[in-house]
Every structure is written in C-alpha cells, then in structure tokens.
C-alpha cells in the first residue's frame, strides 16, 4: 500500500480534510434530493452520527440524476430548487455539501452551495467538464468510469492539474464485468493513490447492477458493508455512501442505499480497520 503522506492533502470547508494523512473522511446521504423535509432529516441524522463518532463527513445528494435507466425515474427537483434545498441543509447543520453536475454550465451555480463539484463516471473524460470544474476553485471529485483502467485516470487527473487545481479527489466505483454487472478491483485503489491525490472508495454503486431490472438499476446490497471493510484495510482516503433512511421506498438507487440505522455501527468497524490499516502500513 502506498505511503498515505505522499498523497496531497485536499481542504474541504472550513475544517475538514481528505488525504495526506487526515483521519479517514466518509461522504455520505441520500442519492437524490427527494424533498426539503427529507434532505433536513438526513443530512441531521447524518451530523449527529458524524459528532458522535468523531469522523468527518460530507452530506452528498444530488438535484438531478440525469443518468437514469428509464426515462420515467425520478430525476430530482431539478438545478435551481435542488441547491435551494442543499444550501439550507448546509446552513442547518454545518455540514459541507457535495453534489454532482453534468454539462460545464451547471459547475457555477453548484460552486455557490457545494464544497465538492462531483463529476459523474461516464462523464469522467469530458474535458469540458472537468475543467469548468476545476475553474470553481472548489475541490473536485471524479469517479472513474466502468470502462476506465484505474491507470487512465492519470489523464483526468493531468486535465484537472493542467487547469490549475491541486484539489483533486478520485473515486472508485466499479468496473464493467460482463452485461449488468460490476466488479471491484481492488488493486485499483493503489494505483489512482499512486497519482498522488486521494481515493474514495464508492461503496454503495460499485454494488449496482446496472440494468439488472429492466427498467432499473438493481444491486447486491448485502455486500456493501463486506467491501467496504476490504477497501478500507487497503487503504483509501474516503468512504462514499449513499445512505436512506428508508431504502426500499427511496426515489432513486433504492436497491443499493445503506440503511441509516444500520450505518453507525458500519462506521465504527471501519474506523477500527482504519487505524489498524495506517499502523501497519
């Protein structure tokens, strides 16, 4: 495993930080932003369970999910009213938000709210993209394509380099396994953190079955937890999550959402394998 001080240390807010030997960071919350009432249930949730844990942790939803299997999902409450929602719920709690954005003119209006400006996998080698990113000046997060070998990602990253930004985040999500399913390949890990910058571990969307329902994305929930303590003994910088309080009854990703009551001890076990981790590398 790669030396973690070698990473670049990337601020998020006013007092979090991810990579260069910061304690482990989690990104976490509901796929989509599904109503004012639910985001301010969550995102509350969520910073109690940060505060009592001790671990830091970004609020992630987003206004649009524009990648949808069926043309009748929901799709979120749209750019405008979507961040009205997410800059209360970071007025309310504190916490810094992430959102994801999907043509080069949503960066800016995202950039007012968010803290990280995400840049969907299969939109990772938009060049376009990823430098309106970049010129926000927040840090960026992007998650490396299905298709993508973990090595391609040295191009995303030199693009966002090339643009004037040191504030880069990598994830990891999966890697296209035959029709309608992933595979994680943890090797990956090492090698984007050979990069220099830091790797999130996506744990919930690598469990995706892309299709696998028809008209869904259908999922293999139950392994979410188990991969996410194996990425976590390899050593990465981040957790991603995507967490409901309700996941059968969540408006997008429902097959693939962590239970919320479920998601404190899960926190507390990889905060364990963590520190274990950092010893013994």
């Not at 390899?234 to 999550?241: E, N, P, R, T, Y």
């Not at 996941?247 to 963590?274: C, N």
Request: proline share 6%.
């Amino acid at each position: 495993m790669p030396d973690r001080p070698k990473v670049e240390r990337v601020l998020i807010g006013a007092d979090i930080a991810i990579g260069g030997g910061a304690p482990l960071a989690v990104i976490a919350g509901p796929c989509v932003v599904e109503s004012l009432e639910h985001a301010l249930r969550m995102s509350s949730a969520l910073r109690r369970i940060s505060d009592e844990i001790g671990v830091p942790l970004i609020y992630k939803s987003s206004y649009d999910k524009a990648n949808r299997t069926s043309g009748a999902s929901f799709r979120g409450p749209g750019l405008r009213k979507g961040l009205e929602i997410l800059a209360h719920v970071k007025g309310e709690t504190g916490l810094p938000i992430l959102t994801d954005v999907h043509t080069p003119e949503q960066a800016g209006a995202a950039a007012e709210v968010a803290d990280i400006i995400q840049v969907p996998a299969f939109l990772c080698r938009q060049t376009d993209l990823l430098l309106a990113a970049a010129a926000t000046g927040r840090a960026v997060n992007v998650k490396k394509g299905q298709f993508l070998a973990p090595w391609d990602t040295a191009g995303i990253v030199g693009k966002l380099r090339g643009a004037g930004t040191r504030k880069i985040l990598l994830t990891e999500r999966g890697t296209c396994f035959g029709y309608n399913n992933l595979i994680v390949d943890f090797r990956a890990l090492p090698v984007m953190r050979s990069l220099g910058v830091p790797v999130v571990y996506d744990a919930t969307h690598s469990m995706q079955r892309p299709g696998g329902g028809g008209s869904f994305t259908a999922g293999t929930p139950e392994f979410i937890a188990d991969l996410a303590r194996a990425a976590t003994a390899v050593g990465v910088d981040a957790l991603f999550f995507e967490v409901h309080d309700d996941p059968p009854r969540a408006l997008s990703d429902a097959s693939t959402q962590f239970p919320l009551s479920e998601f404190p001890a899960l926190l507390r076990g990889l905060i364990a394998i963590d520190a274990l981790a950092r010893r013994v590398s």
